[in-house]
T-cell receptor, first 114, second 111 residues
Framework: DSGVTQTPKHLITATGQRVTLRCSPR?????VYWYQQSLDQGLQFLIQ???????AKGNILERFSAQQFPDLHSELNLSSLELGDSALYFC?????????????FGPGTRLTVL | SQQGEEDPQALSIQEGENATMNCSYK?????LQWYRQNSGRGLVHLIL?????REKHSGRLRVTLDTSKKSSSLLITASRAADTASYFC???????????FGTGTRLLVSP
């Protein structure tokens, strides 16, 4: 158990809908990262927050947004969902601001868009 | 595009044998990390090697780094069925504040 929690575990929804994925980092970690893992794209970095502020951005679509709250948990919002958004979404956390430190991954949320 | 590329894509061995996976990358790095992922689960950090290090050990794991060839290898000795998983290398690029993950090697260890 990494100490990173993610909810829900599974999410099945329809195209055009909007969903929110939630992540709680390890105790003491200030950085939260979001990744998308699909069969054809592999593991793609989406975005990083550090202590409430956006720190780094990756291949995140405009339909996706994220935020980190004062208690350091984070939410990833996915809107206008398309079939191609079906994937595993992972949250990870680390102690510091550098995105190159060791990261601790949550169990993931499996999103299926029908 | 992915920074690291692992080789082989898939590896099948018997318990007790050693497994070697290789990772090649393209740019200058601060560090290189190896992660393991059991099917459909989250990634687990195995080991981090810094750009000024050449070799590192952790239990049955041995990692080497050759910055001149921009490559790394992960050796798992005396493999066990529980080692069955996908293994990813991730590079901490000097130019970016993020890890870039490779495509992974699927390891199957048969009893």
């Amino acid at each position: 158990d990494s100490g990173v929690t993610q909810t829900p575990k599974h999410l099945i929804t329809a195209t055009g809908q909007r969903v929110t994925l939630r992540c709680s980092p390890r105790s003491g970690d200030l950085s939260v990262y979001w990744y998308q893992q699909s069969l054809d794209q592999g593991l793609q970095f989406l975005i990083q927050y550090y202590n409430g502020e956006e720190r780094a951005k990756g291949n995140i679509l405009e339909r996706f947004s994220a935020q980190q709250f004062p208690d350091l948990h984070s939410e990833l919002n996915l809107s206008s969902l398309e079939l191609g958004d079906s994937a595993l979404y992972f949250c990870a956390s680390s102690v510091g601001a550098s995105g190159k430190d060791e990261q601790f991954f949550g169990p993931g949320t499996r999103l299926t868009v029908l | 595009s992915q920074q690291g590329e692992e080789d082989p894509q898939a590896l099948s061995i018997q318990e007790g044998e050693n497994a070697t996976m290789n990772c090649s990358y393209k740019t200058s790095i601060n560090n290189l990390q190896w992660y393991r992922q059991n099917s459909g689960r989250g990634l687990v950090h195995l080991i981090l090697i810094r750009s000024n290090e050449r070799e590192k050990h952790s239990g049955r794991l041995r990692v080497t780094l050759d910055t001149s060839k921009k490559s790394s290898s992960l050796l798992i000795t005396a493999s066990r069925a529980a080692d069955t998983a996908s293994y990813f290398c991730a590079t901490g690029d000097t130019g970016f504040q993020k890890l870039v993950f490779g495509t992974g090697t699927r390891l199957l260890v048969s009893p």
